[in-house]
């Protein structure tokens, strides 16, 4: 089973301060992604990676930095947080020629 | 752009009876991928099916969709619900040549005794 893990799994963050949220997989896959999830709005994709060094915008990136130091590793980064940013955040990895997201447990953030 | 569209936020039915989840999409692509996410409770999405091949209908897990590229559609559906099939459910579109998965904005459903 792909293993992909996030930390920290609850964050209560100030409005104006940086948040850091981190994504660790041991699948060894080139593909990594940042999606929120909201009621109403599903999941949505705010940053990806095809991977080390690579990051591009997904449909949501306005307010996000992504960044991908390595192949396990890819971070997403709340450089000014504002309440809007209160969601729950999923990093995945996988392969294109798999077809199959493997999802980490999830990230609830509270921009307060 | 590329979009799915699940028509459904909330589905509540009783043990037993056929469940059917609306899904249809966008895209410029001829050979999309599609898939089905399920999502338990306090739990993150996995994969519970796909299909990429028009009119073949693929199955898991009792439940089935089929691909129709005719209507942009791909349906999911299973004759009896059983209550461990409360969840949100996701369709996703993977357009040809893309990498990044589609989500609509998933449909809940809530399986009664």
């Known amino acids: 089973e792909a293993a992909v893990t996030q930390s920290p799994r609850n964050k209560v963050a100030v409005t104006g301060g940086k948040v850091t949220l981190s994504c660790n997989q041991t699948?060894?896959?080139?593909?990594m992604y940042w999606y929120r999830q909201d009621t109403g709005h599903g999941l949505r994709l705010i940053h990806y990676?095809?991977?080390?060094?690579?990051?591009e915008k997904g449909d949501i990136p306005d307010g996000y930095k992504a960044s991908r130091p390595s192949q396990e590793n890819f971070s997403l980064i709340l450089e000014l947080a504002t309440p809007s940013q209160t969601s729950v955040y999923f990093c995945?990895?996988?392969?294109?020629?798999?077809?199959?997201?493997?999802f980490g447990a999830g990230t609830r953030l509270s921009v307060l | 752009g590329d979009s799915v569209t699940q028509t459904e936020g909330l589905v509540t039915l009783t043990e037993g009876l056929p469940v059917m989840l609306n899904c249809t999409y966008q895209?410029?692509?001829?050979?999309?991928?599609l898939f089905w996410y399920v999502q338990h409770l306090n739990e993150s999405p996995r994969l519970l099916l796909k299909?990429?091949?028009?009119?073949k209908r693929t199955e898991h897990q009792g439940f089935h969709a089929t691909l129709h590229k005719s209507s942009s559609s791909f349906h999911l559906q299973k004759s009896s619900a059983q209550l461990s099939d409360s969840a949100l459910y996701y369709c996703?579109?993977?357009?040809?040549?893309?990498?990044?998965?589609?989500f609509g904005t998933g449909t809940t459903v809530s399986v009664s005794p």
């Open positions: 995945a990895s996988g392969e294109a020629s798999q077809n199959t997201l493997y």
């Open positions: 699948n060894n896959h080139n593909n």
């Open positions: 990676s095809y991977g080390a060094g690579s990051t």
């Open positions: 895209t410029i692509y001829s050979n999309p991928f």
């Open positions: 299909s990429f091949t028009d009119n």
């Open positions: 996703a579109l993977r357009p040809q040549g893309g990498r990044a998965l589609i």
